[in-house]
């Protein structure tokens, strides 16, 4: 058979379309290894960019890869990591900026389960990943062999779909399907366990193109009906408020949103990870939701008359106390997924489809409105928040240096376009809020799970992902040293990272719900730090530190100027408090301004 | 205090229903696996289970009861549903279904033979004898849960009883065709 055929293949003759094979030299049909036939795959998905590390069990692999990355043009980008966790998060990364799968390759055993957090993290942000681990040969399966684990069992309840290949005719297939699955509907990570002797086994090659799975609906049917009972209740609504998620991201229907939100004149609220689904500056945005969010959007949540929830979850973390929220309001819900409907947020209207679909149908039903009067309501209570929080966070005039006026130095300097990734704790709280979105898929980070760590791996990712953004990552001391080991993939790479340690010595977050629950009893939450700067020359990465107010502007400056990784770190002050908060166990209009610890 | 079973069957279930859930799965190796940890995330205890091989080709059907509140079986429901290989889960009420279990006592038969009771009790059931012999007697019963536990607690009560095991339970809907087969018509597995 020529090359460039177009044919038809696979297992089931109603699931799969035909193949144009695009590469030249390679023929369908020629006998191949299972390793091989996995790179052919990958390249069939249009993967560009792989993070992982090599190992015992799928060194095969990692033989096949070394040919299609040493070519004259190489096939992939092979990144290589400094642990495998770091992999995950890597591909986590990539994914969230450009849109599509993130890859990483490991081996199996301890290779496996250390990928098994990014694993989760991604199950809980709806993050398309495909894990790649080594497993050992089919037939030491089962006898505690050398370097063995039960990745299906362990990734299982916390993965969109886990599957091991133990035949190298099912990899063409396996990969496809993960793909599909990784990316349609509500997207999500997919781990494939790689035995070693379907890596190395042989068998003739036929690719696999998989875009349908009986078993699985990724797009629900946009019922009309659902469509015109929310266009109702919002065309009666005198006070409606939308909730933002990072559906609206995934589904790429910004645009689609804001001519919602426009024709309805609709206030809009957005969750930490759909912060981007609308620019900061939109005249709709009445800012983020949430625990730390903003003032305003949490108190009206108790006093709208309609709650219009598009691609979000209702995490507990926006809700507050669920048995008193927003119960005067009736809530329409916009997902992809039929479990969350109900789930912590009873319905009054579930408009089930992909938003970019279900919105437009939405907006063509609405009446054009006018809500000022409501929309004004909303001012009080930002201005409030302005001047007791944010004026005096953003713009201290003495004391040691904030987060939050930091974060806000370096959101003016990148003037909104700048991809933010950050870290769990505080400075993930202070980056979210103080940050400025222009643009779509403009901040990475761990919202489910809440994973320390994940920040410098994700902004490692995000570099190859969007290599034509600047990439921002903040962290705290504490987050910053469960990954610090990076640095080394970012020297290796010089990915241009631009880091941002926000350091109060302490693992701050975790020190405030101490002091504010615990009666200030501090139990292990002070940090003895290194000295980061020897740290960075170590790896020869440029290094600056803040202390001084007057400093500030002018090091940020240099670390943009700067071509390639930098290394900021801040001195902030050890005992800042995120502020607002809804404390645990309270209804979101019980938000704090001030917390009296 | 050791729990005997007909006193978890009969435990308070206040505000819950017993209900039956149909689950139609891709015969792929794990499936059981991630269907029950739907179950343990909501520490719903699964009262029986039964999994075979359906009327369709490659498609395993489970048959699962629990007690549950309506809102818990919709979300365990739905979060069954939404596994990639689950073709599909429906929960269902007793009255919605035709319903078999099985119940195998073997009993002593001197204490058989020594009390015509337990005889009388046995015919009361409809209880079948498979097997007699000098030692042992067994009985098989087949009918609904409560019937099964019954006959079980009659047995203990008459202090015969040897072994006894219970089948999971099976069932059909009321309609008259399987949706399922409706639904998978013409497809292939991806």
């Not at chain 1, 946009?222 to 995934?250: F, R, S, T, W």
């Not at chain 1, 020869?540 to 090091?555: G, H, S």
């Not at chain 2, 029986?48 to 629990?66: D, Q, R, W």
Request: aromatic fraction near 8%; charged fraction near 25%; hydrophobic fraction near 40%.
């Amino acid at each position: 058979m020529s090359d460039n055929t177009k044919i038809k293949i696979g297992k089931g003759s109603g699931t799969q379309s035909p193949i144009e094979v695009p590469w030249s030299g390679i023929r369908i049909g020629e006998e191949c290894t299972g390793a091989e036939i996995m790179m052919r795959a990958l390249y069939q998905e249009d993967v560009k960019t792989i993070f992982g590390y090599p190992g015992g069990a799928i060194m095969p692999v990692f033989d096949a890869l070394y040919t299609y990355t040493q070519k004259k043009e190489p096939w992939f980008d092979f990144v290589l990591v400094r642990h495998e966790q770091a992999a995950a998060h890597s591909a986590e990364g990539y994914s969230r900026v450009s849109g599509n799968v993130g890859v990483a390759i490991v081996t199996s055993g301890p290779g496996a389960t250390n990928t098994l957090t990014g694993v989760a993290d991604a199950m809980m942000d709806s993050t398309p990943i495909v894990v790649v681990a080594g497993q050992v040969g089919v037939k030491a399966l089962g006898t505690d062999a050398f370097q063995e684990v039960d990745l299906v069992g362990l990734a299982q309840p916390i993965s969109k779909w886990s599957y091991q290949i133990r035949r190298p005719e099912d990899v063409a297939w396996a990969v496809s399907r993960a793909f599909y699955i990784a990316r349609s509907g509500r997207p999500g990570p997919v781990v494939l366990d790689f035995t070693r002797s379907a890596q190395t086994g042989k068998c003739k090659w036929e690719p696999s193109k998989v875009d349908s799975v009986r078993s699985y609906q990724p797009y629900p049917k946009l019922n009309i009906k659902a469509v015109k009972d929310a266009a109702q209740i919002i065309n009666n609504a005198k006070k409606p408020l939308a909730l933002v998620g990072q559906g609206v991201e995934l589904g790429g229907a910004q645009k689609e949103l804001r001519e919602f939100l426009e024709k309805g004149d609709i206030p809009a609220g957005r969750t930490l990870l759909g912060l981007s689904a609308l620019p900061s500056d939109h005249p709709l945005d009445v800012g983020m939701l949430g625990m730390h969010g903003n003032y305003a959007p949490n108190v009206k949540e108790q006093e709208c008359d309609v709650l219009i929830a598009i691609g979000m979850r209702f995490s507990d973390r926006v809700t507050g106390r669920l048995d008193t929220y927003a119960k005067q309001a009736k809530v329409i819900h916009l997902d992809i997924d039929p479990t969350e409907i109900d789930k912590n947020v009873k319905t009054d209207v579930a408009v089930l489809a992909d938003c970019k679909e279900s919105l437009p149908a939405l907006t063509n039903l609405i009446r054009k409105a006018d809500h000022k009067e409501w929309i004004d309501s909303f001012k009080p209570l930002w201005q409030k928040e302005t001047d007791q929080v944010i004026e005096p966070s953003i713009h201290p005039t003495e004391g040691p240096l904030l987060m939050g006026e930091v974060v806000n130095a370096v959101a003016e300097a990148t003037n909104g376009e700048a991809v933010l990734v950050n870290d769990v704790g505080e400075n993930q709280m202070f980056s979210a809020r103080y940050f400025k979105y222009k643009r779509s898929r403009s901040i990475v980070t761990s919202g489910g799970a809440g994973t320390m760590g994940f920040g410098l791996p994700a902004a490692i990712g995000a570099t190859f992902g969007a290599p034509d953004r600047t990439i921002c990552m903040f962290s705290g001391d504490g987050g910053f040293q469960m990954s610090i080991q990076e640095l080394g993939t970012i020297m290796e790479r010089q990915a241009p990272v631009k880091m941002i340690i926000l350091n109060n010595n302490y693992l701050g977050n975790v020190r405030q719900w101490q002091d504010l629950m615990f009666n200030h009893r501090r139990s292990f939450t002070r940090m003895l730090n290194p000295r980061y700067e020897d740290i960075a020359r170590g790896y020869n990465i440029p290094y600056d530190v803040a202390t001084e107010r007057k400093d500030l502007a002018a090091k940020i400056d240099k670390m943009l100027k700067t071509d390639g990784p930098f290394l900021l770190e801040v001195a902030v002050k050890e005992d800042e408090n995120i502020q607002p908060m809804t404390p645990p166990g309270k209804s979101v209009d019980e938000m704090m301004l001030h917390l009296d610890i | 205090m050791k729990k005997d079973i007909a006193d978890t069957f009969a435990e308070n279930h206040d505000g819950q229903t017993l209900y039956t859930l149909l689950v139609y799965s891709e015969n792929i190796a794990g499936v059981l696996n991630q269907v029950t940890a739907v179950f343990t995330r909501r520490q719903v205890n699964i009262e029986s289970l039964n999994v075979s091989a359906s009327s369709i080709n490659g498609i395993h059907k489970y048959t699962i009861t629990c007690w549950s509140t309506e809102e818990q079986i919709v979300k365990i429901t739905k979060a069954i549903e939404k596994k990639i290989d689950v073709v599909k889960a429906d929960f269902y009420t007793d009255d919605e279904l035709f319903i078999h279990e099985e119940g195998l006592f073997k009993i002593s038969t001197p204490r058989l033979l020594e009390d015509p009771e337990i005889s009388r009790c046995i015919r009361h059931h409809d209880g079948r004898m498979m097997e007699v012999n000098p030692t042992y007697t067994t009985v098989l019963l087949a009918g609904l849960t409560d019937e099964v536990t019954h006959l079980y607690s009659e047995f203990k009560r008459f202090g015969c009883l040897l072994q006894y095991t219970r089948s999971g339970r099976i069932a059909l809907t009321r309609s008259t065709e399987d949706p399922v087969v409706k639904m998978l018509e013409g497809t292939d597995n991806g």
